[in-house]
């Protein structure tokens, strides 16, 4: 595993999210990769400045970022209004940099708010000083972050109920809809597939984590994690077979370490019932237990419900996969007595879209289908918002036009009227 650069002065407890605006293809992924060598540092890359409505950017760069570094050359003018409107609020720490180094340059931009002005070609002392300073403030200002850090639990009654496909998805839904630091684990055994749902390849899993648990920190955790073009990280299981037997304390370690790094924290249980005694059901956790209308997956959800969770209340919601209304075997107030209380949640039965996107390894969020609408309006509620969007939408950071990109860290800012 190499071993990346530390930022200088850091405590080293937090991850640092950066969000790279540069319209010069070129530029910005050099400056990509120079920050990249940093850990515990993730970068997003934009690939233009968003075209109006500066008003907005505080807000939705704020709640993603810590901080946002922008290119000055391409246009000054409107890199300056940027620099201007992001540090109105002081809700993110801003950086320029150009290949100038003209004092007047930067006196004028640190004069708008910006913290650091950077020149081109990157030093990494420079870069490295920087990011320090960055993550104190950071560090000094997190306790007065709004977002809540919520852990979100999917289990299946039975193996097969569909818990990946709704776990990852709602996991990508989330990132995407609330705009916060989001990441997925996935406790799948003894060989998960999050990550292939996802269409994605990743380097390490939860097995680097559990086999490393005593030196598991925020920083060695960013290591370890893919990201996806959504936005979302992602922590996947082993891609072979593993002979490892995890205790407890570390699953206890990872998710406390997950939590301290994410605003949310979406776990893919399997049906693993056997991991209840670790923290990935204590009480402030939102269980998910996904079912479907069978038989067998009726009998193990009231079960699991009478034995284990009935003292949940809220904190339970039972999801309905590929259900379909008014199906021979049982209908709803069946339904109802067998898992003791009514299901939150219906997804339902797709199997077009479910054979496509498997097929052709696209999330099923990235695509308008019955499940995705369904698993979009569980993620908004778990973040707070409507179940279902305005009409109206104004600015928006989250409609993704790269979602299909061949770049997946590459995004563009765009403004939506209407
Ligand atoms: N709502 C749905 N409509 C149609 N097919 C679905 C739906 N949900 C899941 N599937 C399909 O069901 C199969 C099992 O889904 P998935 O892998 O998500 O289940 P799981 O509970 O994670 O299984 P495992 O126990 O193997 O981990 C997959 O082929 C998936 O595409
Ligand atoms: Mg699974």
Request: include cysteine; charged fraction near 20%.
């Amino acid at each position: 595993m190499p071993v990346p650069a530390h930022i200088s002065d850091a405590p080293g407890s937090a991850v640092l999210s950066v969000a790279l605006i540069d319209p010069d293809d070129q530029r910005r992924q050099k400056v990509a990769v120079a920050l990249a060598e940093f850990q515990g540092t993730t970068v997003q890359e934009y690939s233009s400045f968003p075209p109006a409505n500066l008003d907005a950017l505080p807000r939705l760069l704020g709640q993603r970022y810590d901080a946002v570094l922008i290119d000055l050359d391409s246009d000054p003018e409107y890199a300056f209004d940027m620099v201007e409107s992001l540090c109105a609020t002081g809700s993110v720490t801003v950086m320029v940099y150009s290949a100038q180094s003209d004092l007047d340059l930067a006196i004028r931009f640190m004069r708008a708010g910006a913290r650091e002005f950077l020149t081109l070609p990157l030093v990494r002392a420079d870069i490295a000083g920087a990011l320090g300073r960055v993550s104190i403030r950071h560090s000094a200002t997190h306790h007065i972050r709004r977002t809540a850090r919520k852990l979100f639990v999917f289990l299946g009654s039975k193996g097969g109920c569909g818990v990946t496909t709704i776990a990852s998805n709602f996991a990508v839904a989330l990132a995407q809809e609330s705009g916060h630091k989001t990441l997925l684990i996935d406790f799948g055994l003894p060989l998960g597939d999050a990550a292939i749902n996802l269409g994605m390849t990743a380097e390490y899993s939860t097995a680097n984590a559990f086999q490393n648990s005593s030196r598991l920190d925020a920083n060695f955790l960013c290591s370890l994690l893919a990201r996806h073009s959504s936005g979302l990280s992602v922590l996947p299981a082993p891609g072979e077979f593993s002979p490892l037997q995890v205790p407890d304390e570390a699953i206890d370690k990872l998710l406390a370490v997950a939590r301290q790094c994410f605003d949310y924290v979406v776990v893919d249980a399997g049906a693993r019932i056997d991991l209840r005694g670790t923290a990935l059901f204590e009480e402030s956790a939102m269980l998910y237990l996904v079912t479907q209308v069978g038989v067998t997956e009726l009998r193990n959800s009231n079960r699991l419900i009478s034995q284990f969770f009935s003292n949940r209340g809220r904190k339970l919601q039972i999801v309905l996969n590929r259900y379909t209304p008014h199906a021979l075997l049982f209908d709803d107030q069946q339904i109802d007595k067998a898992l003791t209380r009514p299901a939150q949640w219906r997804i339902p039965d797709d199997y077009a879209t479910a054979r496509r996107t498997r097929n052709t390894a696209t999330p099923v969020a990235l695509e308008d289908s019955p499940i995705s609408r369904a698993i979009r309006q569980m993620a908004r509620t778990a973040c707070g918002l409507p179940a279902s969007p305005e009409k109206k939408r104004g600015f928006s950071l989250f409609r993704r036009e790269f979602w299909s990109s061949a770049r997946p860290s590459r995004e563009t800012i765009e403004s939506r009227e209407g």
